[in-house]
């Protein structure tokens, strides 16, 4: 795991920018298998983005059965999340969805959830007392706002979910923010730090200030700034990562 040190350094990037540095360190598809393809919303984006390891619950609200079949549910879903170590995300699948039925967020449960470690959630469906989840630091990104709690009862835990089209596993490190969130497995944790601050100084010292340089001069010279700029940040890019096949 991430020292809490790392954690904090990648919380000062956007997603977008985690994003550039973990497609250099991934084996699998950037385009295909990192983030959310289905649109979600942060409610809460002056809170800025949000970094932690994932704690996964599956809930179907229109379905009261649930209640009954397992009424301990919730103490044994409670004591998973205090079990795992933080800071966690919740990423909840509501098997209602595309229908919202009820929510499972609210002031309580945000704040129970805060207690135990947990810092915010990615909800597929909805959540409610949006003012007061904010108040008690608690982060969400979800599908829409809505009034009641309906049947919610944790329906099972600890497992492979879907969020807005995007599978996540337990201890997935997933980074969030009002553009969506990334999904990191376990063995590209190590690497995203270091990647993603070398893609972000490179543009920074590349393509941004020779684009900015160039206002007002004529558009051969522009152009030219330009392709010397891509050129450069490309190479440094391949040295970087590519140097004997891995870096």
């Known amino acids: 795991m991430l020292t809490h040190a790392e954690l904090l350094q990648l919380k000062r990037w956007n997603t977008p920018t985690i994003y550039n540095g973990w497609e250099q360190i991934t084996s699998r598809d950037p385009a295909a298998d990192a983030f959310n393809p289905e649109e979600t919303r942060d409610f809460m984006p002056q809170m800025g983005p949000m970094v932690g390891y994932a704690v996964t619950v599956v809930i179907e609200p229109s379905n009261k059965s649930h209640r009954e079949s397992n009424p301990g549910a919730w103490n044994e879903y409670r004591h998973y999340v205090a079990s795992q170590p933080g800071p966690k995300i919740v990423c909840v699948q509501d098997i209602d969805t595309p229908r919202v039925i009820g929510s499972f967020w609210g002031e309580v449960n945000s704040n129970a959830h805060r207690a135990l470690g947990c810092i915010g959630t990615i909800v597929d469906g909805a959540i409610r007392d949006v003012d007061e989840m904010a108040n008690a630091g608690f982060k969400a990104l979800a599908r829409r706002l809505c009034v009641g709690h309906a049947h919610v009862h944790p329906v099972r835990w600890n497992c492979e979910v ?4 995007r599978k996540v596993n337990p201890g997935d490190l997933i980074h969030a923010d009002k ?11 190590t690497q995203l730090l270091e990647a993603s601050r ?3 100084a490179n543009e920074c010292e590349t393509v941004i200030p020779a684009a900015r340089g160039s206002a007002g001069l004529p558009s051969e010279e522009i152009l030219a700034n330009l392709a010397d700029a891509g050129a450069q940040f490309g190479e440094n890019v391949r040295r970087k990562f590519q140097r004997d096949g891995e870096w």
Do not use: I, R, S, Y
Not at 162 to 165: D, R
């Open 162 to 165: 879907e969020v807005f089209g």
């Open 198 to 200: 070398f893609m972000d």
């Open 179 to 189: 553009h969506g969130f990334l999904v990191v497995a376990p063995g590209e944790q």
